[in-house]
């Protein structure tokens, strides 16, 4: 009886892990750029015609391919690729170019810019369009790579989606930060980041503003300061879908409005219980949090579905 029952559930079993086959190949591919080459993941599905290619561009601080760092391990970007290869849309999602230098680069870090990071989108974009191996290319820009996404995609692509990016310049995102969190540091922020705004580099600042102000830092955000993500989407004569989710605790779904609102012929979607990193949260604040940390959760179906739609709809 232990036999037959053995039996039967490796036979209710095996038609489910037929099913979940990979339907596209998967290879590391590095791109040579004037400032260093960038490593990503490169996914194609296996059908005997050209198919779309979205870039992903990944969000702030040292990111890597899958969307984690040293502290945070949550697979998002990693999620959404495979997702969309599925799908038969190609991928390419890259490492952080800070990611590529040693601790011994440190003068190379520093020397990193706002700037940078477009130049080697652009790059990026070039190498792909230059094989002549996809129907069209789309960027999609996480977080901050929305802003540097939107700024490469300018005459390069054949389309644009911002997932969960700011509508506002990064000062005014960081001043309501400094006000949530510590509020007694709002006017020597302000302060800071005006000097900053005009290009100049602050000396001497509260002591408690040194992780945010610290003057490695200082250059790359007088770099990312002088651009206004309303100002850049407008640029696009591309199509351009805006994606935020309800549940974001990092970029607010005015964002996203006031995106949509510069570029008027851009599709709006507000994905319901979605969070910053794309995972589906029911609950309260600690299980939005908790999820940074969780690779094991997927990314929510919905945000996938409404990708693919875009793209495929590009002419």
């Known amino acids: 009886m232990k036999y037959k029952i053995n039996i039967l559930i490796f036979s209710l079993i095996s038609p489910f892990l037929f099913s979940q086959e990979k339907n596209y190949t998967e290879k590391d591919l590095s791109i040579p750029t004037n400032s260093v080459t960038i490593n990503g ?12 290619l979205v870039i992903l561009i990944p969000g702030s601080g040292p990111t890597d391919r899958n ?25 390419y999602r890259f490492d952080k170019s800070v990611l590529s230098y040693t601790q011994n680069n440190k003068e190379k870090i520093d020397s990193i810019t706002f700037d940078t990071f477009i130049k080697e989108a652009k790059t990026v974009i070039k190498y792909f369009k230059n094989t002549g191996k996809y129907s069209k290319i789309i960027v999609a820009g996480h977080s901050q790579g929305s802003l540097v996404g939107m700024i490469a995609s300018q005459n390069n692509t054949d389309g644009f989606i911002s997932l969960a990016g700011a509508g506002r310049t990064i000062d005014e995102v960081l001043v309501e930060q400094i006000e949530k969190q510590a509020p007694f540091l709002k006017d020597e922020t302000i302060r800071v980041l ?3 705004k005009n290009g100049n580099l602050v000396e001497e600042f509260n002591p408690m503003l040194q992780s945010l102000f610290r003057k490695s830092v200082q250059p790359f955000l007088i770099s990312w300061i002088k651009y206004n993500p309303q100002e850049e989407i407008k640029k696009l004569i591309i199509p351009v879908l805006i994606i935020n989710g ?10 996203a409005k006031l995106l949509h609102q510069a570029k008027k012929d851009s599709q709006l979607e507000i994905i319901e219980n979605m969070n910053h990193l794309f995972k589906e949260i029911k609950g309260d604040l600690n299980e939005n949090m908790n999820s940074y940390t969780n690779p094991n959760l997927p990314v929510m179906r919905n945000l996938i579905t409404k990708i693919v739609t875009f793209v495929n709809e590009i002419e």
């Open 41 to 52: 993941t490169l996914l194609i599905p296996l059908i005997n015609k050209k198919t779309p």
């Open 67 to 91: 969307g984690n760092n040293v502290q945070m391990i949550n697979n998002s970007i990693k999620y959404v690729a495979e997702g969309l290869a599925k799908k038969n849309i190609a991928t």
């Open 194 to 196: 005006a000097k900053l």
């Open 246 to 255: 309800s549940k974001d605790i990092q970029v607010k779904i005015m964002d």
